[in-house]
């Protein structure tokens, strides 16, 4: 499979109408442009009399399992420029209340730095846990404070610089030679009259009075979706894409002007197989230094778009349980192989999870009613689950859902996932602590 990534560059301000205020006089768009405007802008411009696009339309859309799977068109993020790669900070991160932000260079811009706090909620549930099965409660109440106090020194419960409160902290960030920085997204309010269409003399589908949040000019957005091996596919993508000349609200009269370019990307990011070990590493070095008893191997399943999921019943839910986990390996590995995964490898348990339900739907500008409300789950939210036996088999059905992503409406950007974000690794370490403990035990 080819991984292409879809830069978009807005010429004019974009807007993405999220949902409507106070009797529809607020109109607040989405700070990214989810893949469902994508597809509906081919659609779109071919019933505005562009024949041309009659032929891309059947073949990504009417007739997408020709190619052997559903051809997505992802969600496009925020970038900072055309080089970078845009990445969102998971559920699990978090940064000082009064001073958040990535650490940078400059001494006019003091900032405390964001941190990971996972690992160490899992080892303390497994502290907690440890201790009401023990049978020597002295060492179990030692157990849970020094866990508690690795809690607040390294920053979980309090910021390690300040020691004041650490708040959740979710932002889209990018990593330009092995730095982090954060990508702002500059949006503004606008009357209908402000708005370029109007600027024109073109009348605004919008209705009249009402403020609307666009996001600014010249803001670079960068989605990646895979697709098989197939330069005529991948020709038809591009074109089909490149074609499209407006995206969001007002699109035909002045906003929302957009260049598309469409192109294969090198993939030098860790393996799966990489991310998941380095992971169990350093996770194991933490239940070592606690001397809790070593357990199976984990991965976490990181949200990167909405996700709707449905359950054995078909009922929409917001938990991705194991259960529909090991459903989901098994279609995908069954899919790439043709053979089932054994019971030893569906062996899986949830550990924890860091989650949050929201509704995903929209404004239909054309209808001028709201779309549907669908209950998902937040991108950025963070599942873990245990595994007895990560087999080769198993990592290539991870590696699959990875590509192709999980639940529902994945042709339209939903259910886009990373196994073990490598931010999960930037944790401060305990080996200090560990050893200061061993030598000053609690009284």
């Not at 020709?66 to 969600?75: D, S």
């Not at 309090?158 to 990018?174: K, L, R, T």
């Not at 009357?191 to 605004?204: A, F, H, R, V």
Request: hydrophobic share 35%; aromatic share 10%.
């Amino acid at each position: 499979m080819k991984k292409v990534g879809v830069l978009i560059k807005n010429q004019s301000p974009i807007i993405l109408g999220e949902k409507k205020w106070y009797s529809e006089k607020f109109l607040k768009t989405r700070k990214y442009i989810p893949g469902a405007y994508l597809r509906g802008a081919i659609t779109d411009q071919l019933l505005h009399c562009r024949p041309n696009l009659n032929y891309y339309f059947d073949q990504l859309i009417c007739d997408s399992q020709r190619w052997g799977m559903e051809i997505v068109f992802p969600n496009c993020y925020p970038n900072l420029n055309a080089y970078t790669f845009p990445m969102l900070l998971p559920a699990t991160a978090k940064s000082c209340r009064w001073k958040p932000g990535f650490v940078q260079d400059s001494d006019f811009d003091e900032r405390h730095g964001v941190f990971d706090t996972l690992l160490n909620q899992i080892i303390f549930q497994q502290a907690l846990a440890s201790s009401i099965r023990s049978r020597q409660p002295s060492r179990s109440l030692n157990l849970i404070q020094d866990a508690y106090r690795d809690l607040i020194e390294q920053g979980t419960l309090y910021c390690s610089v300040c020691h004041e409160v650490a708040d959740s902290y979710q932002v889209e960030y990018a990593k330009p030679h092995g730095k982090f920085l954060e990508i702002p997204v500059r949006t503004c309010w606008q009357t209908e009259s402000d708005l370029p269409c109007n600027q024109k003399g073109g009348e605004s589908s919008a209705d009249q009075g009402q403020i609307i949040e666009s996001i600014n000019e010249r803001t670079w957005f960068l989605g990646f979706a895979f697709l098989p091996a197939d330069q005529s596919l991948l020709t038809l993508y591009r074109d089909s894409l490149e074609n499209i000349t407006h995206l969001g609200e007002t699109g035909d009269q002045g906003a929302g002007k957009v260049e598309i370019k469409v192109k294969e990307i090198e993939d030098h990011s860790l393996s799966i197989k990489q991310r998941i070990l380095k992971f169990n590493q350093k996770y194991w070095q933490l239940q070592e230094e606690y001397s809790l008893k070593k357990m199976d191997e984990i991965i976490t399943i990181n949200l990167q778009s909405e996700a709707i999921l449905k359950d054995q019943g078909g009922r929409l839910t917001t938990r991705l349980s194991a259960s529909i986990l090991i459903e989901e390996l098994r279609q995908g590995y069954r899919k790439i192989s043709g053979k089932d995964l054994s019971d030893l490898e569906t062996v899986c348990t949830e550990v924890t999870s860091f989650s949050r339900p929201v509704y995903v739907g929209g404004w239909n500008s054309q209808w001028k009613s709201a779309d549907d409300a669908i209950p998902a789950i937040a991108r950025g939210s963070v599942f873990v689950f245990s595994f007895s036996y990560l087999s080769a088999e198993l990592l290539a059905a991870l590696e699959y859902l990875e590509k192709n992503g999980i639940g529902e409406n994945r042709r339209e950007g939903y259910g886009q996932i990373m196994i073990c974000d490598p931010f999960h690794l930037e944790t401060p370490s305990v080996n200090l602590q560990a050893e200061r403990k061993r030598a000053t035990p609690f009284r």
